[in-house]
């Protein structure tokens, strides 16, 4: 799961009980559905803009 806010990647961010994303990075916190949904409009953003294989920037810190 990504933090649209910060970038992080961080499974354990996501609560699977209460369907919510919370990261302790930067204290962003969302719908976990919404957020999922947001990423896959981003790679679909991505994809059309010529890229090939889109893909997230993986972040050393998460
Ligand atoms: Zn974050």
Do not use: W
């Amino acid at each position: 799961q990504r933090c649209p806010k910060c970038g992080t990647i961080k499974k354990s961010h996501r609560n699977h009980d209460l369907h919510e994303y919370y990261c302790t990075n930067c204290d962003y916190r969302s719908n976990d559905d919404r957020l999922g949904a947001m990423n896959i409009q981003l790679l679909g953003t991505q994809y059309i803009s010529g890229q090939e294989q889109p893909k997230f920037e993986l972040t050393t810190n998460a």
